[in-house]
Nanobody
Framework: EVQLVESGGGLVQAGGSLRLSCTAS????????LGWFRQAPGKEREGLSC????????YYAGSVKGRFTISSDNAKNTVYLQMNSLKPEDTAVYYC????????????WGQGTQVTVSS
């Protein structure tokens, strides 16, 4: 059974940092690309970042490029999202996702972790 379990969300002041973690089970890092999405209240789910399973290439949405960094530890089957210079508009539920490759349809979702940025 494939599972994605996120952790690391919480409350932070604007300008602060958080690091999200997502540990995958049921497959290895070579099988799927791993990425992060978020959904704020009343808004559509937004793709933020992805790390390719084939060559480790990384991709970022314009809204987070330069502030967020995705990385992975294949030995731990874990992907991270380091979030710096957080803004109140970054407040959302953040989801880990796995798909056959970045940009492809998502096959698996984590349960989500809340990130709240206060002004």
């Amino acid at each position: 059974e494939v599972q994605l379990v996120e952790s690391g969300g919480g409350l932070v002041q604007a300008g602060g940092s958080l690091r999200l973690s997502c540990t995958a089970s049921g497959f290895t890092g070579d099988d799927y690309a791993l990425g992060w999405f978020r959904q704020a209240p009343g808004k559509e789910r937004e793709g933020l970042s992805c790390i390719s399973s084939s060559d480790g290439s990384t991709y970022y949405a314009g809204s987070v490029k330069g502030r967020f960094t995705i990385s992975s530890d294949n030995a731990k089957n874990t992907v991270y999202l380091q979030m710096n210079s957080l803004k109140p508009e970054d407040t959302a539920v953040y989801y880990c996702a796995a798909g056959i490759e970045c940009g492809a349809e998502t096959d698996y979702w984590g349960q989500g972790t809340q990130v709240t940025v206060s002004s």
